[in-house]
């Protein structure tokens, strides 16, 4: 039996932060990617925000950009958060897998 397809997780949970459906439109995972990069932007030039408790966004990139692989939006903001995000504390992980029952 085929499992389902496991959501593309974005956003803090550890924040009560909800997760976007799997089904969100790319316009909706850009918001929270620019999000992240108005962050980064922050910490960089304001070394007392770069002191905050890191900043992590759940993400599954892999699926992401399958999913939208001509989306050269998305592709940019992960790729800007992946290169500027780590300097600052700022950064993407993968969700942990859950299991279906």
Same mark, same amino acid.
């Given at each position: 039996?085929?499992?389902?397809? *496991?959501?593309?997780?974005?956003?803090?949970?550890?924040?009560?932060?909800?997760?976007?459906?799997?089904?969100?439109?790319?316009?909706?995972?850009?918001?929270?990617?620019?999000?992240?990069?108005?962050?980064?932007?922050?910490?960089?030039?304001?070394?007392?925000?770069?002191?905050?408790?890191?900043?992590?966004?759940?993400?599954?990139?892999?699926?992401?950009?399958?999913?939208? *692989?001509?989306?050269?939006?998305?592709?940019?903001?992960?790729?800007?958060?992946?290169?500027?995000?780590?300097?600052?504390?700022?950064?993407?992980?993968?969700?942990?897998?859950?299991?279906?029952?």
């Amino acid at each position: 039996m085929d499992q389902p397809t *496991p959501p593309t997780i974005l956003g803090r949970p550890s924040f009560g932060k909800q997760a976007l459906p799997h089904d969100a439109p790319a316009f909706a995972f850009a918001h929270q990617l620019g999000r992240a990069l108005a962050q980064i932007q922050q910490r960089e030039t304001n070394p007392q925000a770069a002191a905050r408790e890191r900043f992590v966004l759940f993400i599954d990139q892999d699926q992401l950009l399958a999913r939208f *692989p001509r989306d050269h939006e998305l592709r940019g903001l992960l790729e800007a958060v992946r290169l500027r995000g780590e300097a600052v504390d700022v950064v993407l992980n993968s969700p942990t897998p859950t299991r279906h029952a």
